[in-house]
């Protein structure tokens, strides 16, 4: 059979960089703008804001004959960009990719996020204007919400796999860039912030790259053409007082005199906290605060999402609670040592 070539676009990011080290068997083009990744042979940019993804008519079209897949992981996940400059790249140029697609008769693979279960929620979604105060995740939810609705509606083979918040490398703790429940771990290890603004009985989903990776890899290899595929923890989903109780173990493993962590209604949080020290905590605290509130209210969930782990063919296993909590320290501890660097 001959080797099937696979685009992969948005490949210096955090998905990108790891279903990079998992497509080995593949011809792997990958695709970047602004900062071109390592770990492939054939390295391309590509702008998704420019027709054509900024090539030539040759180069396009040359590209169009090779391409069998396109894995398109590209998009703003920038809670602080306004909203023209979200959708003109997790819409807009997500368009151009689904042109791109049906021009080279190539499956897609789009990589959406859980999230957009919580479309239309608080913190999920529906547009609130383009002044931003503080990072806001509805722009980025509605993004992707469209986002899949774009791909479904295009007729093309397309499949739409949805992680969950990717943490670190299951072996390693290695991640591409920190994500924020990696900076809400770091601001309670440093002191930062000593609670986590949350209700008692919810969840943190986090999934290792890794296993994103070998998730979007058994799709390719399956030849699936059709169908949404959750890439999360799902019922191995972290509750919020397990996730600060790992948190504290893990700082104090490493020497660290870390008082227990604490939970704090986010309503008090936006009625009593931020108002009490507004006028004496200086912007960037307070843009701290702000920025946790908001993705905290997205991220930490009141129901287990589903999962599509241990049903795609060829594909991981759902975790186990075990292992999710095990991932998690691996990611900690990598986060720890890199704070004392």
């Known amino acids: 059979m001959t080797r099937r070539t696979v685009l992969v676009t948005g490949a210096s990011g955090v998905v990108g960089t790891a279903v990079l080290a998992e497509l080995s068997g593949y011809d792997v083009i990958a695709a970047a703008y602004r900062r071109l990744p390592g770990g492939s042979n054939r390295v391309v940019r590509l702008d ?38 979200v959708d003109r790249l997790n819409i807009e140029g997500l368009g151009r990719v689904v042109e791109f697609a049906a021009e080279a008769d190539a499956t897609l693979v789009h990589v959406s996020t859980a999230y957009v279960s919580r479309y239309g929620r608080a913190g999920g979604g529906g547009r609130l204007g383009t002044e931003k105060v503080a990072a806001r995740t509805d722009e980025y939810v509605t993004s992707k919400y469209l986002g899949e609705q774009l791909v479904r509606d295009s007729g093309i083979d397309a499949l739409i796999v949805r992680p969950a918040i990717v943490i670190g490398d299951s072996r390693t703790g290695v991640i591409r860039q920190h994500q924020g429940v990696h900076q809400l771990a770091e601001y309670l290890v440093t002191g930062k912030l000593p609670f986590i603004p949350a209700h008692p009985g919810t969840f943190f989903d986090l999934v290792p790259q890794d296993m994103v990776a070998q998730g979007i890899r058994a799709v390719l290899d399956a030849d699936l053409r059709k169908g949404d595929y959750w890439l999360t ?62 993705v905290c209210g997205l991220v930490i969930i009141p129901e287990l999402l589903p999962t599509s782990f241990g049903t795609i063919p060829g594909g991981p296993a759902a975790m186990t609670p075990a292992q999710a909590e095990d991932a998690w320290r691996v990611s900690l501890r990598h986060l720890i040592r890199e704070l004392r660097q």
Do not use: K
Request: with cysteine.
């Open 48 to 85: 998704l804001h420019a027709p054509s993804l900024g090539l030539d008519r040759r180069a396009y079209r040359e590209l169009c004959a090779e391409v069998d897949a396109v894995i398109h992981s590209a998009a703003i996940v920038n809670f602080s960009a306004d909203q023209a400059e």
């Open 233 to 294: 923890a799902g019922p191995a989903g972290i509750p919020v007082e397990r996730y600060l109780e790992l948190v504290t173990e893990t700082a104090r493993e490493h020497g660290m005199d870390l008082p227990d962590g604490r939970i704090a209604d986010p309503s008090i949080v936006d009625r009593l906290v931020r108002p009490a020290f507004a006028d004496v905590l200086p912007a960037e605290d307070l843009a701290r605060l702000d920025g946790v509130v908001a």
